[in-house]
């Protein structure tokens, strides 16, 4: 079957916009009348606050007023509910916003945030997620059973955990004791942040007929427009919340941010529009971030290379809010086995509060935390039962339609080809054929694997919808709120209305703004199912279309609606193509020659509705969480420097199963944007934390992003196209798959040539010299050897 | 109060914009601690931004004719006036071809957009430890031009640098050029930095060598190791009475390590940085003295 403009690389239809510099981004609207807010934030990590004097600050010309917690103490969230818009009585990390001062001007609000006066009576903090589970560990949410939770979570109010998620499959303990090899192994992540370009800033206005007007920089509406109208009492109606151009998300952006303490400023100060920007320094320090990882696994094997048992527990430092972090915890909780077959299994994960920076979502959500686990285990145990790690990955791979997930799930036929994957992959990176020896000879080179498995981690019910609509000319404006933020979703949304139509794309205009009150609703467009789950909305709704199209056309026609066709524009009866229509004299009703007129504007609509997913068991873990699996793998081929512990990929190799690509360039800039920031995360990015709690690179120059030079030299992108068949043209979801596997491929290639384990992100180039030091003295000796031996005996006259 | 400087705006100030050295120097003079200079702004903004400098009046020196100088003369050396850039520094063709340490930080200093922007003297006034500038400038023994209403002085650049952002600097005084003495044709020079995985480096050396093939004089500084940048005396030593020079490069090399004030902070512990002067000197050394 041939398409027009499915599977065509159609570049970004944002992209002429952005690059010139025009595109409107929530950072550059200003309303009439409006004024800037700027937080007062905690300097100690856990606190209860006696005192707040706001005299002085008041003092600053242009403060319009000073709002403290207490004014307004509401609780908001997601998933745990266990936010405050400013601290209440307690701080509970350096940065917690405690205050928040709205004047005139930027410069007046900035000038007295340093004049507010906070006096804290300090309490114990707790920064180690392992000293917050202690029995007498002190308490950062005293009052966690008020919290209005998800159903999905399991928090345990008297202790700091946030969400227990529990997994059984099988007899784990049985299973260890028929495996001939039991490994057990520790893994550690530190906290990365999203370095999304455009900081987090919200403009709200609350009029004074009770209406919420907000403009922010966020990834989706609905939630936004949820969370507010429960936790603040507003009818959803009366809540308006506006999206334009986003500078990025990555996760970071999801669920709820600043909007609903922005809105409350805005009424505070008399109704007038306010807005609050954060500073990078306050997306380093006051802003969610990704979590803090530690995992504790057991694994058994047989001789064969059978994985037999798996039993691990995930930590994950939650930091002082666990909103969003709960459902990473249940993420990487049941994404425990990968794309394996484990007959006995058991999850432990964790989600633990701690008196750090709050945590949210990232790129992944879990996934790449517990394939950084499970990769590495499947190739330490390769070595150790002297089988490859291409082998023991072939003989392990779920098969779809016979295999179940741990979670019980059957997998469906059309799931993918996690075989034609690994294959495809080990035959790009050369498997098994040796790298070329370094030029210089105290550097080794290696090659890694790592495959992954994803799907959108959602509630059940996470639906989606679409509504089309023509205009006089046949051209379509597509009402959807799928959240743009530089994936490329909407462009292939596009792509599949004008195709469906056969209309030219410039036919179909997606406008740049989402809106609560004029956009379908969408759950989300989070965990890469923007494609998938809208899609589906969106083919419905031009089935809808179409199915009104025809409904006139047949009448003008005289024809039944079966033997119609769309083509080129036009309504034709199949066989007759001088028998037709042009679109634009039907989709606003079809009109005879004496007038007399029939139809009338054509609305398509469409929803999708997910309706085999179920919450998982609270005990067992059992059930089924996702609407799609996306099977992939990464592999690289990598420089290491013995000397000083630098890793340089040469080359690197993604090769995902999308069942169809709807747009190969941006597929290709999806891969590329994921292995970059995979590459980053993998090597260098880390929030470190000193002895008080305080962020201390909050910024980046010392926070280091990668920069061009540290790129992989080669990158190949592969594409498989085994179509799941309730996708759109059988697509599956992309964003956030590309970046899960580099870390793994990476520590692979350096364990199996050199039998050096990695076992924490990031693997900076001082963390590698200290494990190659610890692990190969022998290795770093004759590597020392080399590169201080000279070729020749100079002497020089003294 | 906050934590750290999460500030959008600067704090206010007045801006002047002289257009004669003479008129510079009266400002400061006039309004003194509570003036600071500005040449590309690259280091005072930011530290305006972060609240550790909130001067009252800001003099912006670009407009002088005299401090966007930058001349070398046979026999006298290289100057380099104030508001000179790092891009402009770069594309000296005298640069490249004689100061090739000096040429090798600039290059390796930053990204293009920076370069057009940095000045070298400012570079060396931010007297951040971990910055290229001022570690090729102290191999050469370079020595900075001081002005005043009432006066000049001159005062090399390891003088100059006393700790981290602490220079020997009088409120109403501007540095108005660099001067780089010249160099014999057999003297040898070079800088490499080690910055993998960070944006500042975690080490770098400077090496300046007269000559390779009869060395008299031997200088190794060290930058982004230590509160400022610093000499290896002892290791400097040892390439000046050693015969078998490539057996010196390592043993200088060792030595380095060893003698030289390392700290440890957020970007590195001094154990690594120690383990880098190593690797550093013997690439800078064997280069040099073309022990392969």
């Not at chain 1, 959240?483 to 179909?508: D, S």
């Not at chain 1, 005289?558 to 066989?575: A, S």
Request: glycine share 8%.
């Amino acid at each position: 079957m041939s398409f027009k403009y499915v599977g065509k690389p159609i570049p970004p239809q944002d992209g002429f916009l952005k690059v010139t510099g025009t595109a409107t981004y929530t950072f550059d609207l200003e309303l009439p009348g409006m004024l800037y807010a700027k937080l007062v934030t905690s300097t100690v990590p856990h606190a209860r606050i006696k005192k707040i004097d706001v005299s002085r600050a008041l003092g600053v010309p242009g403060v319009v007023r000073v709002v403290t917690g207490k004014e307004y103490p509401y609780r908001v969230g997601m998933y745990a509910g266990d936010r405050d818009l400013l601290a209440i009585d307690k701080v509970n990390w350096v940065g917690h916003p405690v205050a928040a001062v709205i004047a005139e001007t930027l410069e007046a609000a900035e000038k007295a945030i340093d004049l507010v006066d906070v006096e804290y009576e300090e309490l114990p903090a707790i920064f180690d997620p392992l000293e917050a589970l202690k029995p007498d560990a002190l308490l950062i949410h005293e009052k966690m059973e008020e919290y209005r939770h998800s159903p999905a979570f399991k928090p345990i109010p008297g202790t700091n955990i946030a969400n227990k998620f529990t997994l059984v499959r099988g007899d784990v303990e049985k299973g260890f004791r028929e495996s001939d090899v039991v490994l057990e192994e520790e893994f550690h992540i530190s906290h990365v942040s999203h370095c999304y370009m455009e900081v987090q800033n919200v403009i709200a206005h609350y009029h004074l007929d009770g209406t919420v007007e907000i403009w922010t920089s966020w990834q989706n509406v609905a939630p936004v427009r949820q969370i507010m109208a429960l936790s603040l009492g507003i009818p959803h109606n009366k809540i308006i919340v506006r999206i334009p151009y986003v500078g990025g998300g990555f996760g970071g952006k999801a669920g709820l941010g600043w909007e609903a303490l922005v809105a409350i400023l805005s009424k505070a100060a008399g109704h007038r529009p306010v807005k609050l920007v954060l500073s990078r320094k306050e997306q380093f320090s006051t802003a969610a971030v990704r979590e803090g990882f530690h995992a504790f696994a057991k694994a058994g094997f047989k001789k064969d290379g059978t994985f037999n048992a798996y039993s691990v527990r995930f930590i994950l430092d939650a930091g002082a809010y666990a909103d969003y972090t709960v459902n990473v915890g249940r993420a990487v909780g049941y994404s425990a086995d990968g794309c394996y077959e484990i007959p006995n299994i058991n999850v432990e994960s964790l989600t633990v509060y701690t008196n750090k920076i709050p945590t949210t979502a990232l790129r992944g959500f879990g996934y790449p935390e517990s394939h950084w686990v499970l990769e590495q285990i499947i190739d330490r145990a390769a070595k150790k039962l002297g089988i490859d790690p291409s082998e023991i990955r072939r003989k392990n791979l779920v098969k779809p339609g016979h295999s179940h997930t741990c979670t019980g799930e059957r997998l469906r036929e059309d799931a993918g080809d996690p075989q034609k994957v690994l294959k495809t992959l080990v035959d790009e990176i050369g498997w098994g054929k040796p790298s070329e020896n370094p030029p210089e000879p105290w550097k080794v080179r290696a090659k890694g694997l790592s495959l992954f498995v994803k799907g959108p981690a959602q509630p059940p019910n996470a639906a989606a919808s679409a509504i089309l609509k023509f205009n006089e000319d046949a051209s379509i404006d597509l009402l959807i709120a799928t959240g743009n933020f530089g994936q490329g979703t909407v462009t292939a949304l596009m792509q599949i209305v004008a195709e469906e139509f056969g209309l030219p794309l410039e036919k179909v205009r997606v406008d740049y703004v989402r809106d609560t009150h004029k956009s379908a609703y969408t759950w989300q467009t989070v965990g890469s199912r923007g494609l998938f789950t809208d899609g589906i909305a969106i083919l419905k709704a031009i089935e809808d279309a179409k199915n009104q199209i025809f409904t006139v056309a047949s009448e003008v026609l005289r024809c039944p609606k079966d033997q119609l066709e769309l083509v080129d524009g036009e309504v034709r009866v199949k066989g007759k193509p001088w028998e037709k229509i042009p679109l634009q004299d039907i989709v606003m009703g079809y009109t005879y020659p004496n007038g007399n007129s029939i139809g009338g504007p054509v609305i398509g609509r469409g929803v999708f509705m997910s309706t085999h997913t179920t919450y998982l068991d609270p005990d067992t873990g059992q059930g089924n969480p996702t609407i799609f699996h996306t099977f992939g793998g990464t592999a690289v081929e990598l420089e290491l420097d013995l000397l000083t512990g630098e890793i340089n990929i040469l080359k690197a190799v993604e090769v995902l199963d999308l069942g169809k690509v709807i747009n190969p360039l941006l597929v290709k800039q999806q891969t590329h944007g994921g292995l970059i920031m995979g590459t980053s995360i993998s090597l260098y990015e880390e929030i470190k934390f000193d002895e008080r709690g305080w962020v201390v690179n909050p910024n980046f120059t010392s926070y280091y992003l990668v920069r061009i030079k540290d790129l992989p030299r080669e990158v190949v992108a592969r594409y498989i196209e085994t179509p799941q068949l309730d996708g759109p043209y059988g697509a599956r979801g992309i964003g956030e798959l590309t970046m899960i596997g580099v870390a793994p491929a990476i520590a692979n290639a350096i364990y199996n040539s050199i039998g050096v384990k990695l076992d924490r992100l990031p693997m900076n180039p001082e963390y590698v010299w200290r494990a190659l030091r610890e692990q190969r003295p022998d290795l770093v000796e004759e590597a020392w050897k080399r590169f201080s031996k000279y070729e020749k005996i100079v002497e020089v006259t003294i | 109060m906050s934590f750290g400087a999460p500030y959008l705006t600067l704090p206010e100030f007045t801006y002047h914009k002289p257009k004669s050295l003479k008129e510079a120097l009266q400002l400061l003079n006039e309004f003194r601690d509570e003036a600071k200079v500005m040449a590309g702004g690259v280091g005072l903004i930011a530290f305006m931004k972060e609240r550790l400098l909130a001067p009252n009046h800001v003099i912006d020196i670009k407009d002088i004719p005299e401090l966007k100088i930058i001349e070398y003369r046979k026999g006298e050396g290289l100057k380099i006036g104030a508001t000179v850039t790092m891009s402009e520094i770069e594309k000296h063709d005298i640069v490249r071809e004689k100061y090739v340490a000096l040429h090798q930080a600039v290059k390796a200093g930053s990204d293009p957009i920076i370069k057009n922007r940095a000045t070298l003297v400012g570079n060396i006034c931010e007297a951040i430890p971990w910055v290229d500038g001022p570690v090729p400038l102290i191999a050469y023994n370079a020595e900075l031009e001081i002005m005043s209403v009432d006066n000049v002085r001159r005062m090399p650049v390891s003088e100059f640098i006393k700790g981290p952002v602490e220079i020997s600097l009088e409120p109403n005084e501007i540095v108005t050029s660099v001067y780089l003495p010249d160099l014999p044709p057999e003297a040898k020079s070079l800088f490499m930095k080690f910055n993998t995985g960070s944006e500042f480096a975690l080490a770098t050396l400077a090496a300046y060598v007269n000559d390779s093939k009869k060395p008299r004089d031997a200088r190794l500084v060290y930058g982004a190791v230590s509160t400022k940048p610093v000499r290896a005396y002892e290791a400097e030593k040892i390439i000046l009475t050693n015969k078998n020079i490539s057996e010196a490069v390592i043993l200088a090399a060792e030595k380095a390590s060893k003698e030289i004030d390392v700290i440890s902070d957020v970007l590195a512990t001094e154990d690594y940085r120690r383990h880098l002067v190593k690797l550093l000197t013997i690439n800078v050394l064997s280069r040099i003295f073309e022990v392969g």
